[in-house]
């Protein structure tokens, strides 16, 4: 038996982009931000793999490098 989802579809538009923040530029200072917190989270998952570090300490770091870093798109990151 298949399930069936509801999905909502939304034309995107130039009115779209300027209305949200998607066309803003970015900074030096923003691009650096988002290469470190890139750069940290690759370390984070490798540690990770390694075992030196737990599930848990992985969510909390992350939550914190995302708080130290403010990347970009981190309003919408799990």
Do not use: C, H, W
Not at 18 to 28: G, T
Not at 45 to 62: A, S
């Amino acid at each position: 038996m298949k399930q069936t989802e509801n999905k909502n579809v939304q034309q995107i538009t130039e009115e779209t982009f300027e209305s949200n923040d998607l066309k803003r530029k970015m900074s030096e200072e923003q691009i650096q931000r988002e290469f470190n917190y890139i750069q940290a989270e690759n370390i984070l998952k490798k540690m990770l793999e390694k075992g030196l570090i737990n599930e848990v300490e992985f969510d909390r770091i992350t939550e914190l490098n995302r708080k130290t870093f403010s990347p970009f798109l981190a309003k919408i990151m799990p």
